[in-house]
């Protein structure tokens, strides 16, 4: 990932973690998303089954905030993005939840909140997941 062409974070295998914080969300929810990335059995095993998590595999996390997840597309053609979490806010959420992941022995690099990123990806398996914490009840 560059800013302004220098390279901010940068992960081998592991995974991109675009994370929004929208209006309402709180510590809990950030550590309960972490504590479930952590555990998502998506790696491949010794014979090809999505059955490892980022933990058993020893990679790394590239956390990226990405407030335009929040973006409501219901109406017009301009997204709205009121319901994104207040910038200081989502700030601290989403650097909460990035220490939390560490917390759990889970290397990570960070993106640079509020700026204009350039992030590349090589997606080497065939698995993107949308998590939301409002689907935990």
């Not at 980022?54 to 993005?81: H, I, M, Y």
């Amino acid at each position: 990932m560059t800013v302004d062409e220098a390279i901010t974070g940068e992960i081998g295998e592991g995974l991109l973690i675009l994370i929004c914080a929208m209006e309402g969300d709180n510590e809990a929810q950030a550590e309960k998303m972490a504590e479930k990335i952590s555990k998502l059995r998506i790696f491949r095993d010794d014979v090809g089954k999505m059955n490892r998590a980022l933990r058993d595999t020893g990679g790394s996390a590239l956390v990226v905030s990405q407030f335009t997840l929040a973006a409501d597309t219901r109406r017009g053609n301009r997204p709205g993005f009121s319901t994104a979490a207040a910038p200081d806010r989502g700030r601290a959420l989403y650097e909460h939840f990035g220490a939390h992941l560490t917390s759990l022995g889970i290397p990570i690099a960070w993106g640079s909140f509020g700026a204009d990123m350039q992030v590349s990806l090589v997606n080497a398996g065939p698995v993107t997941i949308w998590m939301d914490s409002d689907d935990w009840g």
